[in-house]
């Protein structure tokens, strides 16, 4: 019996600013979760991990985040991932100051 692979973003952090960004589908990092690709297949999340491991000029420490699909893209599933995209929190910068 197989076990049910949960849906995963690719997150990371951005090497030059250190705020959360996320993966697309057309292989751009984007600081919007909405825009991520969903990936709801355990080889295909593989093969995108490696592809965003591969540009460490880029993006510092990926990895996979479960997910769900929502009305205007992913969600993120676990407190972790939502607080992750709010931005930095020591003060009201970026992210936050567009709440």
């Known amino acids: 019996m ?3 692979f ?3 973003v ?3 952090n ?3 600013l250190g705020d959360a960004i996320w993966l697309t589908e057309d292989d751009r990092w984007t ?7 969903l990936i709801e297949d355990e080889a295909h999340a593989t093969i995108r991990l490696l592809f ?3 540009q460490p000029e880029i993006a510092v420490g990926p990895y996979l985040a ?3 699909p929502g009305t205007t893209g992913p969600q993120p599933i676990h407190f972790r991932e939502a607080f992750r995209t709010r931005g930095p929190s020591n003060y009201a910068h970026g ?4 709440v």
């Open 66 to 68: 479960d997910a769900k």
């Open 31 to 37: 600081r919007d979760i909405a825009e991520a690709e």
């Open 95 to 98: 992210k936050q100051v567009e």
């Open 2 to 4: 197989s076990r049910h």
């Open 6 to 8: 949960t849906p995963k």
């Open 14 to 16: 951005d090497l030059m």
């Open 52 to 54: 965003a491991q591969a």
């Open 10 to 12: 690719i997150t990371a």
